[in-house]
């Protein structure tokens, strides 16, 4: 077998050992892993860390965080800066960095932002047969106003050709996270969307899930469990 048909069989595994390897394997690390600012709180602090044995160049970049249709959307924002938006460390090093909201409108409600940090490769590779992979950190980030109400989340199932869509709404005014997400039929037929973090509900705005497969007996009704921000969640979901 060939050096080329070698490399292409590894490069699969590659990618998911690295997709699927813990943060703390990787040389640069971000903490914390969620950034929360009640008003009247402006900025928060980042901390980047280079664990390997070779400099790291990072960017980053603010993104400002909605919901369309049910699925997340990410748009280039100035409400929201990051300083300074490249970083270089180098082995050992620890860098703060500064999340600052410089839009002078109050905040109504809660506003989310994605910080993306990339670690940028190497101008100058080290050997032509060198497989390198860079890391990318997508940090969830709201400012609140203070009195903000707590997320209010309605659901729905709705059968959709041969699967379905599960749709939570939330007409609170913060976000609800949102894991562990499965439904149970009116027969006790159970069906899982996912064993970690299913997503993020944003304040005001809607997610929702599409499924291959239906749920049996949902005609009988189902119902929602799940875990979020504020503990265990047990809900009907409307059946459409």
Do not use: C
Request: net charge positive; aromatic share 8%.
């Amino acid at each position: 077998m060939t050096n080329t048909r070698i490399l292409r069989w590894l490069l699969p595994l590659l990618y998911f050992i690295v997709a699927t390897m813990p943060a703390s394997a990787a040389s640069l690390q971000v903490r914390p892993v969620l950034v929360d600012v009640t008003a009247p709180g402006a900025s928060s602090i980042l901390t980047l860390s280079n664990t390997g044995a070779e400099t790291v160049n990072a960017q980053v970049r603010v993104f400002k965080w909605t919901q369309k249709n049910g699925k997340d959307r990410l748009t280039p924002t100035r409400d929201v800066v990051a300083s300074p938006p490249f970083v270089k460390m180098k082995p050992g090093r620890t860098y703060n960095l500064r999340i600052i909201r410089v839009s002078k409108k109050p905040v109504n409600g809660e506003e989310a932002y994605r910080l993306l940090v990339d670690q940028l490769p190497d101008v100058k590779p080290k050997g032509k047969t060198t497989v390198k992979f860079n890391i990318r950190y997508s940090i969830p980030v709201f400012f609140s106003q203070a009195n903000a109400s707590r997320p209010s989340l309605s659901w729905t199932y709705a059968n959709s050709g041969k699967g379905f869509v599960l749709t939570a709404r939330n007409s609170g005014g913060r976000r609800m996270r949102i894991a562990n997400l499965r439904l149970k039929s009116g027969t006790g037929h159970s069906w899982t969307i996912s064993k970690g973090l299913a997503g993020y509900a944003l304040a005001g705005s809607t997610i929702k899930w599409r499924q291959k497969r239906r749920l049996k007996g949902a005609n009988k009704g189902v119902r929602v469990f799940a875990k979020g921000d504020y503990g265990p969640i047990s809900a009907k979901a409307q059946v459409r």
